[in-house]
């Protein structure tokens, strides 16, 4: 019923493992294959292009839906309909910022000291369009250079700064640049091309898809915690717990004290188990989670 694109590059390796995760294993002759398949009946094609090309490829209805960053639909001004974020990028499931900086001597600390700059500013970039308007609204006169690789070490002999995309700021640190000011918080989306998300059959589709999808994001920040508690004890328990909604709570056969569940943080979990040992919980399971649909 679809047909889906989805990014090669850096979001690559982090997007087919959140499909394997969400049951959407995508299925291809060989890692360079451009064409692949997911074994489901709501998806008839799948393509892995670059994430630069997806907004304008979705816009055009190449393709249903696709999956890129908010930096590139900015970028190529495409015209698609978000379905919702995604969060994860190629390392974490923090978003990408896409960042002006400098050397770090320079004298420039904000955009403000940009636009006194003498002479047209010098600006080397993969993001020529996002980076014109961003500057344009502030105006800064410039002269944006598409940049096809290594822009950081273009600075300050080719340019006087850059616009470029980091998760960290370790990356622009190390190359001796400072950050001063964050044009684009740039999120990893699911799109989808305007005529195909106004047809009710594959909008149904599309939205069950991101579901699945969302699910899966969400349990991997998350576990199921399962204990045993006597009765005496059950109030402390249930006051250390934090739940989605509240704690499941039910009578052990033979009266000998309560089992409880609950869905916790996972980054919670290694304080939470020994807390909940001292409060005298006791047969304590720390379960994975798979998909976690409201």
């Not at 291809?28 to 094609?45: C, G, K, Q, T, W």
């Not at 052990?252 to 919670?268: N, R």
């Amino acid at each position: 019923m679809l047909r889906l694109v989805l990014p090669k590059g850096s979001l690559e390796r982090a997007t087919l493992e959140l499909f394997a995760a969400a049951d959407l294993a995508v299925s291809r002759s060989s890692d360079v294959d451009y064409r692949a398949s997911i074994a489901d009946p709501r998806v008839d094609e799948v393509r892995i292009l670059r994430p630069q090309e997806i907004p304008v490829y979705v816009a055009d209805g190449l393709f249903d839906i696709g999956i890129t960053g908010r930096d590139w639909i900015e970028e190529r001004g495409a015209d698609v309909v978000s379905l919702g974020q995604l969060e994860y990028s190629k390392a974490t499931s923090n978003p990408i910022r896409v960042v002006l900086a400098v050397a770090e001597a320079s004298p420039y600390r904000t955009l403000a000291d940009l636009a006194e700059h003498r002479g047209t500013l010098r600006v080397s970039t993969e993001y020529p369009e996002l980076t014109r308007r961003s500057l344009v609204a502030q105006g800064i006169d410039a002269d944006v250079a598409l940049s096809y690789g290594a822009t950081e070490a273009k600075v300050p002999d080719i340019a006087d700064c850059v616009v470029e995309i980091t998760e960290t700021g370790r990356a622009l640190h190390a190359a001796g640049l400072r950050v001063i000011e964050t044009l684009l918080v740039s999120h990893t989306e699911l799109i989808a091309n305007p005529s195909a998300a106004a047809d009710p059959e594959k909008r149904h589709a599309m939205g069950q898809l991101l579901t699945l999808l969302l699910g899966t994001l969400e349990a991997r920040e998350k576990v199921l915690v399962k204990l045993n508690v006597a009765r005496d004890g059950l109030a402390s328990v249930i006051e250390l717990l934090p739940a989605l909604r509240s704690p499941t709570v039910s009578k052990l056969s033979g009266g000998g004290g309560y089992a409880v569940e609950t869905v916790v943080p996972k980054s919670d979990i290694n304080t939470l188990i020994p807390a909940l040992k001292d409060r005298g919980a006791s047969d304590i399971l720390e379960l994975a989670l798979s998909k976690i649909v409201h």
